[in-house]
């Protein structure tokens, strides 16, 4: 097992198998600001946004992620402390609503106010306080634990690594449906219920494999899942 999530961890981390997936949103925003003031704070409203987006097929969430940094005009950290937000209740993605896109730059420009930067908070303070959604200890929170990934991972390929206080070994795996399959597939979960507990099981089982950086499984779960199952994997909510 180790030997084969070794292989397919190095032959899907790559950037061209992430061409058309949420992630280039916050890449694109960190190559913008790169010199800026405020670019560790465009970088992290990107991640939020584009995380938040994540779920449904790869073409539509890059097509929705594109109409939400547009209406942004490419300068998320600007767009939020202005306060004028697009608030609608129509469809910005799937079930997202622009008010629901409004709502969060709102909890944002209030964190903002006070704090330099998200990486402090919890996962659950994140849920609360950035997400508007009510406290759960128990759920996976996919998206924040995706976002975590891009933010703290630090080899230089897919994700960003601009937050240096946490440990790539602190990571806790992004469990979506996908995840869970491939998982439950090679054996590594018998657990049905696509929670935290379910998360951190996986996520003990790869800090075997790569115990500095576990999420670098989820490139093997990734591609595993690829070339095992007919159909693009694509990202999808928990």
């Not at 960003?160 to 869970?180: E, Q, Y």
């Not at 494999?209 to 989820?218: E, K, Q, S």
Request: hydrophobic share 40%; aromatic share 10%.
């Amino acid at each position: 097992m180790k030997e084969l999530l070794t292989q397919y961890a190095d032959m899907y981390n790559r950037p061209e198998y992430f061409e058309s997936d949420p992630v280039i949103f916050p890449k694109k925003i960190a190559q913008l600001s790169l010199s800026g003031k405020d670019s560790l704070k465009d970088v992290e409203i990107a991640a939020v946004i584009a995380a938040h987006l994540a779920w449904g097929r790869r073409d539509m969430i890059v097509r929705n992620g594109n109409r939400a940094f547009d209406e942004m005009k490419w300068q998320p950290y600007r767009y939020v402390m202005e306060g004028k937000w697009r608030n609608e209740r129509i469809s910005l993605h799937r079930t997202v609503k622009w008010s629901d896109f409004a709502g969060i730059c709102f909890r944002l420009r209030q964190f903002y106010t006070n704090y330099d930067s998200l990486e402090s908070l919890t996962p659950d303070l994140f849920r609360t306080e950035i997400y508007g959604q009510k406290s759960d200890l128990k759920a996976a929170n996919k998206k924040i634990h995706l976002l975590r990934r891009w933010m703290v991972r630090d080899d230089g390929i897919v994700d960003l690594g601009l937050w240096k206080k946490t440990s790539p070994a602190d990571l806790i795996i992004p469990l979506d449906v996908h995840v869970h399959r491939t998982a439950s597939m090679l054996g590594i979960t018998s657990r049905k219920s696509m929670d935290l507990s379910t998360a951190l099981e996986i996520t003990s089982f790869l800090k075997e494999i790569f115990p500095t950086d576990p999420c670098r499984g989820d490139f093997a779960l990734f591609g595993y899942g690829i070339t095992h199952k007919k159909g693009e994997i694509c990202d999808s909510c928990c």
